[in-house]
């Protein structure tokens, strides 16, 4: 997915929220929005949009001499989560379809996102989202696609942020409880409120799969920027699963066996996932789950 003029605006709100979280001294926040505003018009628009971020948020870093200003705010929302975790357990089992259900939380999860929006109600899209249909839904493809699976067989999870992890822990441990294996790929560096390996451990979930990084501090997956591992696990994989905006923008032209699985969060995501889909009726800008197989699923 190629960046968006419409973007331009957006990384500048994006960059006066982290540097707020990284610096309290209101002269600074200044400056790194001086230097931020500075950078865009090198953007090369036919990068996507979370790999022209990653000069925003090392700028942050730098400046504020705070290599990660989210780190108060990603151990809230996984430490708020992983106490809802139960109630979600109970959801899922009663669920007619557990499958499905652990499919819509993972997504209505995707919702936490400290850098696309900052006002979120977590408890009501959460309450409503099993009653509630993707926008775009190959969930049957993808339970199909699972269910063709065998103990041969890998299934890499692209994670996305904190707080939402739990929520994929939870998918995660469904698929590895089918003999599955399962590799879960997080981000090497902070940013944004992107999760770490480190993010994972703490929260137990490499106790039923492997979990890697792909090598990278960018809030997505550049393929040609990740690590040799990463990009191993990609291609052995016979099952991927893509978690995020993020991760769409990067991915949305790769080929591979990709689902991916978000919330969307912007009005620009939301066209092009409207396209990518080839919908006639285009996706809100903001709320709506979708589940959509790759357009180079094998």
Known sequence: MRTSPDCLPCFLRQIAHAARLATADPDRQKLILERAAA?????????????????????????????????????????????????????????????????????AGNIIDYGSQ???????????????????????????????????????YLGDNCGELVMDGILIEMLAGRGLRVVLALKEYPIINDATVVDAQKLGLDRFCAVISNGTGCPGTPLASCSTLFQREFRRASLIIS????????????????????????SVVGQHLTGYA??????????????VRGRFFP
């Open 243 to 266: 978690k995020g905006q993020g991760n769409f923008e990067t991915l949305s032209e790769a080929a591979g066996p990709l689902f991916f699985l978000l919330a969307v969060k912007c």
């Open 278 to 291: 080839e919908r006639q009726q285009p996706l809100p800008a903001c709320g709506e789950m979708a589940l």
């Open 39 to 107: 950078l865009l018009p090198a953007f090369d628009l036919s990068r996507s949009p979370p790999e022209n971020s990653v000069a925003l948020y090392r700028l942050v870093a730098e400046l504020a001499d705070c290599p990660d200003p989210f780190a108060n705010l990603k151990q809230s929302s996984n430490a708020a989560m992983h106490a809802l975790r139960p109630r979600l357990l109970q959801s899922i089992r009663a669920a007619a379809d557990p499958l499905l259900a652990a499919m819509k939380f993972a997504a």
């Open 118 to 156: 900052q006002d979120f109600d977590l408890e009501q899209t959460l309450a409503a989202c099993l009653a509630r249909d993707f926008a775009i839904d190959d969930a049957t493809k993808l339970s199909a696609a699972i269910d063709r699976l065998g103990p041969a067989d890998t299934v890499l």
